[in-house]
């Protein structure tokens, strides 16, 4: 693998690993390489032909930030499901923080949703802060469309967390379903089903959307639960 770490570190951009470190607080800095994001897919989108590759996929834990970047997008070239989906299980606990959270997205998960939601369940109840995170995630890309059921928005609404990056998450999902899916969405506020934190972050991303008709956003701002702070 070190010949993999040369090359990731020939790709170093010290001005923007300092400004990666300040996006992450979870994340040591000294594990952070600063490479930029279209370099690393496209570096990516080579190695996934090479034979190291999977060797790599089954090197757990990685040390660096962009390692595990890396092996988010080599998962999201896997074609075949069941493959895709034991692998992103596998990986998802060594996960720290929210940009490699939500940077991967499987292009496979679109054309099985209906053998996803079983591996989704499992996710939204992980003990782990970004396997929910991605769980939440995973139902906010592929089924607030056609494919949209209430259920859906009653499993992340019956989410209980205290953790920060689970929480934005469950008020980003609810905003873009305000968005996709209004008047099925509007009563999870209307009869305040989620937490307070959540309720209001959940309308503040709704009225800053461009989604959002006027009307909807002068009706929303009515449903603000007050609170102490």
């Known amino acids: 693998m070190q010949d993999l770490k040369n090359a990731l570190f020939s790709m170093k951009d010290e001005k923007y690993r300092d400004f990666q470190s300040r996006l992450m ?81 499987p292009k496979v998960f679109k054309k099985h949703k209906k053998e996803l939601l079983p591996h989704i369940e499992k996710w939204l109840h992980s003990k782990e802060t970004y396997s929910v995170r991605f769980g939440i995630k995973m139902l906010m890309e592929h089924f607030l469309d056609d494919d949209f059921k209430t259920e859906y928005a009653e499993s992340v609404a019956k989410i209980e967390s205290e953790e ?11 905003a873009t379903a305000l968005a996709k899916q209004y008047n099925a969405v509007l009563p999870f506020l209307e009869q305040k089903k989620l937490g307070a934190w959540v309720h209001n972050k959940a309308i503040q991303k709704s009225i800053e959307s461009f989604r959002i008709s006027k009307e909807q956003k002068e009706y929303l701002k009515t449903l603000k639960i007050k609170t102490g702070g």
């Open 25 to 105: 607080p979870t994340v040591p800095k000294e594990k952070i390489i600063g490479i930029r994001t279209p370099a690393l897919r496209k570096f990516a989108k080579d190695f996934f032909k090479t034979p190291e590759a999977e060797n790599f996929l089954s090197s757990l834990p990685h040390e660096y930030y962009e390692e595990d970047n890396l092996h988010a997008f080599l998962l999201e070239q896997i074609s075949d499901f069941d493959e895709c989906a034991a692998k992103t299980s596998a990986f998802l606990p060594f996960v720290d923080n929210w940009a490699t959270c939500d940077s991967m997205s």
């Open 164 to 174: 920060y990056y689970i929480r934005m998450m469950q008020s980003w999902f609810f």
